[in-house]
């Protein structure tokens, strides 16, 4: 407002900030058409009566704004005669509630704010990694599954095992898998010499299982039932899903500028493989997957339900559980899915033997 000329009579004394710099003034207050603002013969401002509000402030002190004014200016009075007069004067001070009402407003918005970030975490995210993992190009996960791979090897601290016979007899079964299944990804598979009872799959279509898993299994079929489920993950690129799920905006912008094999990317990806888990309906996809393949085999899915429920007493084999977990109700599903005809044995005798045998090489080199 434009200063102006004014003859002052009843005044009180107050501090002002005009909102456009951190001055501090003291001037007089006079109550006549408004809320007069003074200064020695000028008005500096003057605020509607009905406009003025209540504002934060330390105790004692009154400190008022004006909903006309500018957003920062600020009245600041600390005589109990003057509070009086604007408490009078001014009746639409708590108009909106005052502190109060700002307070409940702060904690409302914080909420909002909250809320807003968890349903994106447990909807937007999810949501983005389902539309966006089909579309990246099996190279850019093929290269995720690389970059992260010596990692997951560190944390198992498995090497590979190069028992030849084995190897071909590894390498047969996930062949007939992957015929099965009609997977058009190329597959790396390997047995690692690990003492853990696990096996997964990275993106970009490697395949491990662990020595520990292998030792513990009876039957090839057993074996082959968790290869055929880890497939079902290959094969609904659920790894690159969970990938970007956990890692969520940060991982999407690098997989945005294709910075997926830095030092922090490797690091993320790998621990996320291994400590995160599937969603239920992922695990369920990977099941029917798994069933439908060994069906088409001829043999009957249920030994792999029986491996791990087998194994569901033992301490030592949380760590399959956590990322295979098998409840009654699934094995009961397995059971259920007979094959249409009895299909021949997926590894002799012999190959059998191989396979259980294929680390042996690897610890005596």
């Known amino acids: 407002m434009t200063a102006t000329t004014v003859t002052a009579n009843t005044e009180h004394t107050a501090v002002f900030f005009d909102g456009r710099s951190n001055r501090k003034r003291t001037v007089r207050l006079r109550f006549a058409d ?6 020695p013969g000028i008005i500096l401002d003057r605020w509607p009566f009905d406009q003025v509000r209540r504002a934060d402030g330390l105790p004692q002190t009154l400190r008022l704004r004006c909903a006309t004014a ?10 109990a005669a003057t509070q009086g007069f604007i408490a009078a004067y001014c009746r639409s001070l708590d108009v909106g509630g005052g502190a109060a009402a700002q307070a409940r407003r702060i904690v409302g918005w914080s909420f909002a704010a909250i809320s807003s ?30 970059a992260v791979d010596d990692q997951v090897r560190a944390i ?16 047969k079964l996930v062949d007939r898998l992957k015929t099965a299944g009609g997977l058009e990804f190329p597959l790396v598979a390997h047995v690692l010499s690990s003492k853990t009872p696990n096996a997964y799959a990275l993106p970009g279509g490697r395949i491990y ?28 690129r659920d790894g690159l899903r969970r990938i970007i799920q956990t890692g969520g905006t940060s991982f999407l912008v690098g997989l945005l500028f294709g910075d997926v094999t830095g030092a922090s990317a490797v690091l993320f990806v790998g621990r996320s493989l291994l400590d995160a888990s599937y969603s239920r309906d992922q695990e ?27 194994m569901s007493g033992s301490s030592e084999t949380m760590d399959l559980l956590a990322s295979h977990p098998m409840s009654k109700d699934r ?15 997926l590894l002799s005798a012999a190959e059998w033997q191989a ?4 680390c042996t090489r690897t610890r005596e080199d």
């Open 355 to 358: 396979l259980k045998s294929i």
């Open 209 to 236: 299982m662990l020595e520990g898993l292998l030792k513990k299994a009876k039957t090839p079929d057993e074996v082959a039932g968790v290869l055929a489920h880890e497939l079902g993950h290959v094969q609904h």
């Open 117 to 146: 970030i968890l349903l994106l975490a447990l909807f937007g995210v999810p949501l983005a990694a389902d539309r966006l993992a089909p579309v990246v190009p099996f190279a850019m996960e093929q290269r995720i599954g690389a």
């Open 34 to 39: 408004g809320l007069d603002i003074l200064e």
């Open 284 to 310: 369920s996809d990977a099941d029917a997957f798994a069933a439908e393949v060994m069906r088409k085999l001829g043999r009957s899915p249920k030994p792999m339900g029986e491996l791990l429920m087998r």
């Open 156 to 171: 198992y601290e498995g090497k590979t095992c190069t028992g030849a016979e084995g190897q071909a007899a590894f390498t």
């Open 70 to 79: 500018r957003p920062l200016a600020r009245l600041e009075v600390t005589d």
């Open 331 to 345: 094995l009961a599903a397995m059971s259920k899915v007979a094959p249409a005809f009895d299909g021949p044995e």
